[in-house]
Nanobody, 127 residues
Framework: QVQLVESGGGLVQAGGSLRLSCEASGRTFSAFTMVWFRQAPGKEREFVSAIRWSGGMTYYADSVKARFAISRDNAKNTVYLQMNSLKPEDTAVYYC????????????????????WGKGTLVTVSS
């Protein structure tokens, strides 16, 4: 089992920044690809960013590329999402997730491909 707890959400003005954290416990965190999703009111949950277990490869949705940065500290069992130049359309609940299998090397970063989920943290960007 992997338990995931997100933090760092809040209210920020457009153009501002936030850093989300996702702390993991349970199975070996350093063996898991970690993924951030978000879900805005009335919309489906969507992929935001992912990072391989080693931190060597990262992936971003086009909508956040060049504004968001994902990173991880395996010594702290934590993955981060640095969000800059925030826009009102970034308003959503942000979730941390991981696939079932360690050392997942695919690129199927969709909600139905994840097994472990946090409860989410709300990010609200005001205009």
């Amino acid at each position: 089992q992997v338990q995931l707890v997100e933090s760092g959400g809040g209210l920020v003005q457009a153009g501002g920044s936030l850093r989300l954290s996702c702390e993991a416990s349970g199975r070996t965190f350093s063996a898991f690809t970690m993924v951030w999703f978000r879900q805005a009111p009335g919309k489906e949950r969507e992929f935001v960013s992912a990072i391989r277990w080693s931190g060597g490869m990262t992936y971003y949705a086009d909508s956040v590329k060049a504004r968001f940065a994902i990173s991880r500290d395996n010594a702290k069992n934590t993955v981060y999402l640095q969000m800059n130049s925030l826009k009102p359309e970034d308003t959503a609940v942000y979730y941390c997730a991981a696939p079932l299998l360690a050392y997942y090397s695919g690129t199927y970063f969709r909600p139905d491909g994840m097994h472990y989920w946090g409860k989410g943290t709300l990010v609200t960007v005001s205009s």
